[in-house]
DNA sequence: TTAACACG
């Protein structure tokens, strides 16, 4: 089959994929010249009743939880959509930070709803990317035809801002279907005013690609742009490899910097400068030049033969001669590099996932899982009152009752109903605090829109239905 | 084959 594009976005009741949800999906296929194939798609996902979502994120989005219930599929209606019609074989998918955002809350979900969360974005030719990263990159490399937006003299790359500054359609941002629609805009001009750097980029959105341009046994100089540099640089520099991380990432350094700023530093001053937190940095801070790539993420780089035209080493303010030196010096002080390593390697103490619906990551499901999984999305309603699926994983047993609880509630015994509001009312009370301070800020904003003011009162009276009654 | 968050 022909390649397509599915360009989509989601509105969701807040910023965490593991505790929030999808709340709107919306997204467009077309072929690989950007002609719309077929009709849109604009659904909503129902919210649970395990669920408070974050006001201020309904604010923007001004979907209620109330509206999800009445006109939405549920959670495994919906992913049965997903996997079966959306995720055909030869879909690239792709959408404005979704690697990082979107595609982390449809895991989540495929995960709570017995589908494997993985194989959507990779199995039968399929493959995701991300427009944000290649818009960096082309405002950095190759801003040319195609005007840029700023705030107070910032650089942004917000996607309603460029589509406006260009004049392309976008009837109302934070609306899925007309951001999806923008998003179709904003490539197609890329696309077509940069069809080298565009097509360059599309072949590497493929962790190979990446890998054979970016590996620390053979280190070469690239350009790279991410969120994480700044946007004075229009978030790009010459980056090169040092070290591996976790997995197949690397840490990167930023060529930009002359190493002999930190290499004299103890490692207890390097680890202070990492774990100064945010707030506390003030205008003497110097954080250091190194970051994690992660090749599975469609990062955007480029060899540094892209900077010969365009007057590319200009546009991003960086001199040959300062890349050619600092590699050197880089090279002249492995034990530097060997530190700021073993240093940043150490970091990651996350506190585990109490929930095993938060577990995804805890580790693969095998195969034998894998079938009972498929059994259970095609159980009904009076099969699923009998069927104990006996999974070796522990994290899919404490999830199935769950799973019955939301699509099938009729089907549960006493027991399990009495199970199943247990764990409702621990999460809504963990939820509690932070919605109701978050819904009392929202709350006292003056010029609130009639639209607004509407919901934060079916807020109001979400928490109300669904907190069990010895809490209100 | 697929993964790793919790900003800076």
Same mark, same amino acid.
């Given at each position: 089959?022909?390649?397509?594009?599915?360009?989509?976005?989601?509105?969701?009741?807040?910023?965490?994929?593991?505790?929030?949800?999808?709340?709107?999906?919306? *997204?467009?296929?077309?072929d690989?010249?950007?002609?719309i194939?077929g009709?849109?798609?604009?659904?909503? /996902?129902?919210?649970?009743?395990?669920?408070?979502?974050?006001?201020?994120?309904?604010?923007?989005? *001004?979907?209620?939880?109330?509206?999800?219930?009445?006109?939405?599929?549920?959670? !495994?209606?919906?992913?049965? %959509?997903?996997?079966?019609?959306?995720c !055909?074989?030869?879909?690239?998918?792709?959408?404005?930070?979704?690697?990082?955002?979107?595609?982390?809350?449809?895991?989540?979900?495929?995960?709570?709803?017995?589908?494997?969360?993985?194989?959507?974005?990779?199995?039968?030719? #399929?493959?995701?990317?991300?427009?944000?990263?290649?818009?960096?990159?082309t #405002?950095a490399?190759?801003?040319?035809?195609?005007?840029w937006?700023?705030?107070?003299?910032?650089? /942004?790359?917000?996607?309603?801002?460029?589509?406006k500054?260009?004049?392309?359609?976008?009837?109302?941002?934070h609306?899925?279907?007309?951001?999806?629609?923008?998003?179709?805009? /904003?490539?197609?001009? %890329?696309?077509k005013?940069?069809?080298r750097l565009?097509?360059?980029?599309?072949?590497?959105?493929?962790?190979?690609?990446?890998m054979?341009?970016?590996?620390?046994?053979?280190?070469?100089?690239?350009?790279?742009?991410?969120?994480?540099?700044?946007?004075?640089?229009?978030?790009?520099?010459?980056?090169?490899?040092?070290?591996?991380?976790?997995?197949?990432?690397?840490?990167?350094?930023?060529?930009?910097?002359?190493?002999?700023?930190?290499?004299?530093?103890?490692?207890?001053?390097?680890?202070e400068?990492?774990?100064?937190?945010f707030?506390?940095?003030?205008?003497?801070?110097?954080?250091?030049? /190194?970051?994690?790539?992660?090749?599975n993420?469609?990062?955007?780089v480029?060899?540094? *033969?892209?900077?010969?035209q365009n007057? *590319?080493?200009?546009?991003?303010?960086?001199? +040959?001669?300062d890349?050619?030196?600092?590699?050197? %010096?880089?090279?002249?002080?492995?034990d530097?590099?060997?530190?700021i390593a073993?240093?940043?390697?150490?970091?990651?103490?996350?506190?585990?996932?109490?929930?095993?619906? !938060?577990?995804?990551?805890?580790?693969?499901?095998?195969?034998?899982?894998?079938?009972?999984?498929?059994?259970?999305?095609?159980?009904?309603?009076?099969?699923i009152?009998?069927?104990?699926?006996?999974?070796?994983?522990?994290?899919?047993?404490?999830?199935?009752?769950?799973?019955?609880?939301?699509n099938?509630?009729?089907?549960l015994?006493?027991?399990?109903?009495?199970?199943?509001?247990?764990?409702r009312?621990?999460? +809504?009370?963990?939820?509690?605090?932070?919605?109701?301070?978050?819904?009392?800020?929202?709350?006292?904003?003056?010029?609130?829109?009639?639209?607004?003011?509407?919901?934060?009162?079916?807020?109001?009276?979400?928490?109300?239905?669904?907190?069990?009654? !010895?809490?209100?």
């Open positions: 089959m022909a390649t397509t594009y599915f360009f989509y976005d989601l509105e969701t009741s807040g910023l965490n994929p593991r505790d929030d949800r999808i709340m709107q999906f919306a *997204g467009i296929r077309t690989a010249d950007f002609n194939i009709e849109p798609y604009n659904l909503l /996902v129902a919210l649970n009743d395990d669920t408070l979502p974050s006001p201020s994120a309904l604010m923007v989005t *001004g979907i209620t939880p109330q509206k999800t219930v009445s006109d939405g599929y549920t959670e !495994s209606q919906f992913a049965k %959509i997903f996997i079966e019609e959306i !055909s074989p030869d879909t690239i998918l792709l959408g404005y930070n979704n690697i990082r955002f979107d595609d982390e809350f449809i895991r989540a979900l495929l995960w709570r709803n017995f589908y494997d969360p993985y194989e959507w974005s990779y199995k039968d030719n #399929r493959s995701r990317w991300d427009m944000l990263d290649v818009v960096r990159l #405002r490399l190759r801003p040319e035809n195609i005007k937006p700023t705030v107070n003299g910032v650089a /942004v790359n917000k996607l309603e801002l460029i589509s500054i260009n004049n392309l359609e976008h009837t109302k941002a609306d899925a279907l007309s951001d999806v629609e923008a998003l179709i805009a /904003v490539t197609k001009l %890329i696309a005013t940069n069809n565009f097509n360059y980029l599309l072949k590497m959105r493929n962790k190979k690609e990446i054979n341009l970016v590996n620390v046994k053979n280190p070469k100089p690239f350009v790279y742009a991410s969120g994480r540099y700044d946007a004075e640089y229009n978030k790009t520099t010459v980056a090169y490899p040092i070290a591996m991380a976790d997995y197949d990432n690397m840490f990167v350094y930023d060529l930009r910097y002359n190493p002999e700023n930190w290499i004299n530093k103890s490692n207890d001053e390097i680890i400068i990492l774990q100064t937190p707030l506390e940095r003030d205008k003497q801070y110097t954080h250091i030049p /190194v970051k994690k790539i992660q090749p993420r469609a990062p955007a480029a060899p540094i *033969g892209v900077l010969e007057d *590319g080493w200009n546009k991003i303010k960086i001199e +040959l001669n890349v050619e030196n600092n590699i050197k %010096i880089l090279k002249q002080n492995p530097f590099i060997d530190r073993k240093i940043l390697l150490k970091r990651p103490d996350f506190t585990p996932q109490a929930d095993a619906e !938060s577990k995804l990551y805890d580790g693969f499901i095998n195969n034998q899982d894998k079938l009972r999984s498929e059994v259970v999305r095609n159980l009904d309603q009076n099969q009152k009998q069927y104990n699926p006996e999974f070796e994983d522990s994290r899919l047993k404490q999830i199935y009752p769950r799973y019955k609880a939301r099938y509630p009729n089907a015994s006493s027991d399990e109903r009495i199970e199943y509001d247990e764990y009312k621990n999460r +809504l009370n963990r939820q509690l605090p932070g919605f109701l301070k978050d819904l009392t800020e929202q709350s006292k904003i003056t010029n609130l829109s009639s639209d607004q003011k509407y919901v934060l009162e079916e807020l109001n009276l979400w928490m109300e239905s669904i907190l069990p009654d !010895s809490d209100i």
